[in-house]
T-cell receptor, first 113, second 110 residues
Framework: DAGVIQSPRHEVTEMGQEVTLRCKPI?????LFWYRQTMMRGLELLIY????????DSGMPEDRFSAKMPNASFSTLKIQPSEPRDSAVYFCASSFGEVGELFFGEGSRLTVL | QQPVQSPQAVILREGEDAVINCSSSKALYSVHWYRQKHGEAPVFLMILLKGGEQKGHEKISASFNEKKQQSSLYLTASQLSYSGTYFCGTETSGAQKLVFGQGTRLTINP
């Protein structure tokens, strides 16, 4: 079985540019999570979806961040415009059921210069 | 609110035991434990759902004290492969909103 698939694995961009991170959850999973990991702040929950519906986006840093899940097999996290402080590893994770094991993707490492 | 993990780092020799603690200021619905190796994604170890519940995974086990809002992860007779950063994730609302602690870095030396 394919796990959670994220792309790109690495992205280097300049301040002010738009960044789009993509995630394909495990087939059959009904919950999807976006986390951001930095040394200073650890693993932060940005937003999570249940059955494609955003349930809690209180962790989204500011209006520059947006996330969508148009269908059960695809989600995007967009940063526009990007800033150097957005540099981090962004993880997507999916799970099945009410209290389930989170399966993480390999992450997208973002560097904003 | 982010749970608090202790200690922040542990260095052991192979074969020694370790305990990692996770505490919350809020009532907990469940506690998850994950391990992350450098440059990789976190990997699930176990979920504890009930107060006083204990679970085991090879030589790694955990307990959950609902009244104290605490969980502990026990690593027995540690192996080199146990090295990594351990995270607890706590759920307070039943809505599967997992908030992770800052992590405990475990180093196992031969």
């Amino acid at each position: 079985d394919a796990g959670v698939i994220q792309s790109p694995r690495h992205e280097v961009t300049e301040m002010g540019q738009e960044v789009t991170l993509r995630c394909k959850p495990i087939s059959g999973h009904n919950s999807l999570f976006w986390y951001r990991q930095t040394m200073m702040r650890g693993l932060e929950l940005l937003i999570y979806f249940n059955n494609n519906v955003p349930i809690d986006d209180s962790g989204m840093p500011e209006d520059r961040f947006s996330a969508k899940m148009p269908n059960a097999s695809f989600s995007t996290l967009k940063i526009q415009p990007s800033e150097p402080r957005d540099s981090a590893v962004y993880f997507c994770a999916s799970s099945f059921g009410e209290v389930g094991e989170l399966f993480f993707g390999e992450g997208s490492r973002l560097t904003v210069l | 609110q982010q749970p608090v993990q202790s200690p922040q780092a542990v260095i052991l020799r192979e074969g020694e035991d370790a305990v990692i603690n996770c505490s919350s200021s809020k009532a907990l619905y469940s506690v998850h434990w994950y391990r992350q190796k450098h440059g990789e994604a976190p990997v699930f170890l176990m979920i504890l759902l009930k107060g006083g519940e204990q679970k085991g995974h090879e030589k790694i086990s955990a307990s959950f004290n609902e009244k104290k809002q605490q969980s502990s992860l026990y690593l027995t007779a540690s192996q080199l492969s146990y090295s990594g950063t351990y995270f607890c994730g706590t759920e307070t609302s039943g809505a599967q909103k997992l908030v992770f602690g800052q992590g405990t870095r475990l180093t196992i030396n031969p």
